[in-house]
């Protein structure tokens, strides 16, 4: 159906745009006082628009980094605000959405795009797949225990919310980003965590682990509870340690906060050793987790190349249906990629080469679910090796 044009958005469209998206989430509308914060989140260019009568879906990205294997930051599309009218649904609006902004990308060199998905089923026919995941953590307070051996910390500094506002972008940006997955935290992303901020009935505390040199992580979090009668639950909304003693000193500031009987970190990477910490290691639980950040290779020879490869080259045979100039056959190892003549060892579409580029999934699981084939009887172990991502792969910032 094409009785509706899609065409980049107009700053003065922002609003409208911004509360097409938030109907379509089931957010309220923005209120008069939250619009410049919506205005300081939209990247001018990057905002497209599905029109018939009048607006009927959006798409938006902002221009960051990804951190790939091997430590390299790679431009990426941080691909948000994607909603449709409901009257609107099931007739291709988001598909179309999806292909223009892709094809966008694609003709400015743009390697990779990515995305926090609200449901499971909408992006894997875009080429976009689970490149990291993540557990849910939560910790009963008062059985958690540090063990003797886990470092004492440093000094403690607490922020007013003013003060995070206007300290956090550049503590964050002075933490390393050497793990897979971490990205860039662009002027267009600090907006959105300072309007959750300040619209709160509960503002988060931030506090900032201080060492030898400097700041060495931070963590954001809020006390919910309802009433003086039901538990309270210390919610972890952020949290980065850039060392073991920053780790350390600001959970033991969290595990001292009084009257909190449960303390709820969402989002973790998988090999965070939260359950070490205490001398009875069940007092922390993994209490769910799933998909963090969805991938998708815009330009699959360039990413590729970006990332960094042990063990034996293999040759994977590509297959993308949206963006066809990827398809192909590809040599990938350790000393490079190239377009290759031999014949496939892999073959598998671009969502599924999403899933392994981060390592977060091993070539041999996504044989095993039939998301790739495989030519011979080692190939699956070869591109294990190949892919393999160490430690695992994180994004933790959600956009
Ligand atoms: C998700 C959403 C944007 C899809 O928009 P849409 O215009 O209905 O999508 P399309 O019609 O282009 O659908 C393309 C395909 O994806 C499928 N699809 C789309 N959304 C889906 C969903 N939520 N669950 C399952 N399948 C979905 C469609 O059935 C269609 O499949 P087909 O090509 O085999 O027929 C829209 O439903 C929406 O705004 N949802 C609420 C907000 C939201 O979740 N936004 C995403 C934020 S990350």
Not at 378 to 398: I, K, M, Y
């Amino acid at each position: 159906m094409s009785d509706y044009t899609v065409r980049v958005l107009r700053p003065d469209e922002t609003r409208e745009a911004a509360d097409l998206f938030r109907t379509a989430l089931l957010v309220p509308p923005l209120k008069d006082e939250e619009v410049p914060y919506a205005e300081r989140m939209y990247q001018p260019g990057r905002a497209l628009g599905a029109f018939d009568t009048e607006l009927i879906g959006t798409a938006r990205s902002f221009d960051a980094e990804l951190t790939v294997p091997g430590g390299e930051p790679v431009p990426f599309a941080a691909v948000t605000g994607v909603g449709v009218r409901a009257d609107r649904t099931r007739r291709g609006v988001l598909g179309r959405l999806m292909r223009a902004q892709l094809t966008e990308l694609a003709g400015r060199g743009v390697p990779l795009a990515a995305l926090y998905a609200s449901e499971g089923p909408i992006y894997g026919r875009f080429g976009y797949g689970v490149a990291t995941v993540v557990h849910d953590y939560q910790v009963e307070r008062r059985r958690a225990v540090l063990r003797p051996e886990v470092p004492a910390g440093g000094e403690i500094e607490l922020l007013r919310l003013d003060a995070a506002v206007e300290r956090l972008p550049a503590l964050y940006a002075g933490l390393p980003r050497t793990r897979s997955g971490s990205m860039t935290r662009p002027a267009y992303w600090w907006p959105g965590m300072e309007r959750t901020a300040r619209q709160s009935d509960t503002p988060p505390v931030t506090i900032v682990h201080h060492g030898p040199n400097g700041p060495e992580g931070y963590a954001i979090y809020r006390v919910n509870r309802k009433s003086w009668q039901d538990p309270s639950i210390l919610e972890v909304a952020d949290l980065r340690a850039a060392t073991a003693e920053a780790f350390a000193g600001l959970w033991r500031y969290l595990l001292a906060v009084d009257l909190v009987d449960t303390i709820e970190a969402p989002g973790r990477p998988l090999d965070e050793p939260i359950p070490l910490l205490f001398a009875d290691p069940r007092a922390a639980k993994v209490t769910g987790g799933g998909d963090d950040l969805w991938l998708r290779l815009v330009d699959v020879p360039a990413a590729l190349a970006a990332r960094e490869y042990e063990g034996e080259p293999v040759v994977l045979e590509v297959t993308d249906p949206v963006l066809t100039a990827n398809s192909g056959r590809y040599r990938v190892g350790p000393e490079g990629v190239t377009r290759a003549e031999a014949p496939a060892q892999l073959g598998l579409g671009v969502d599924a080469l999403a899933m392994l580029y981060f390592g977060a999934w091993a070539a041999s699981a996504l044989v095993t679910a039939g998301r790739i084939q495989v030519a011979g009887p080692d190939d699956a172990e070869r591109a294990d090796r190949l892919f393999a991502t160490r430690p695992p792969a994180w994004c933790g910032t959600h956009f």
